[in-house]
């Protein structure tokens, strides 16, 4: 399976703004997942085939989940960037659809993953 190619991601000062970005081959569902030093995996934002989006309470209203159809690239838009939000920054994309396509669901269901980006963010 072709990994989801990453770009983006590098060191931000609080309030700043970052763009991430995944060249992807489409699945139902697509995702960003931030893994904090020494922390588990926590789904922040995720993009339904249908374009339906979905947002953990940590990024909404700051993070933007779009997808660019004719490039086939998946971008995350931080804005107002905090100290939590670094970490690794992974793309993911499930092309099966058997879980719900919600940041509820957990990370495992996704079965194609990106190496992932550092965010710093700093103050």
């Known amino acids: 399976q072709i990994k989801p190619a990453q770009s983006g991601g590098g060191s931000v000062q609080v309030g700043g703004s970052l763009r991430l970005s995944c060249e992807v081959v489409?699945?139902?569902?697509m995702g960003w997942i931030r893994q904090a030093r020494g922390q588990g995996r926590e789904v922040i934002a995720v993009?339904?085939?249908?374009?339906?989006?979905n947002y953990d309470d940590s990024v909404k209203g700051r993070f933007t989940v779009s997808l660019d159809s004719a490039k086939n690239t998946l971008y995350l838009d931080m804005n107002n960037v905090q100290p939590e939000d670094t970490g690794r920054y992974y793309c993911?994309?499930?092309?099966?659809?058997?879980?719900?396509?919600?940041?509820?669901?957990?990370?495992?269901?996704?079965?194609?993953w990106g190496l992932g980006t550092e965010v710093t963010v700093s103050s």
């Open positions: 489409r699945g139902r569902c």
């Open positions: 993009y339904e085939f249908d374009g339906t989006t």
């Open positions: 993911a994309i499930d092309h099966q659809g058997y879980s719900s396509c919600t940041v509820y669901a957990g990370a495992d269901h996704f079965g194609s």
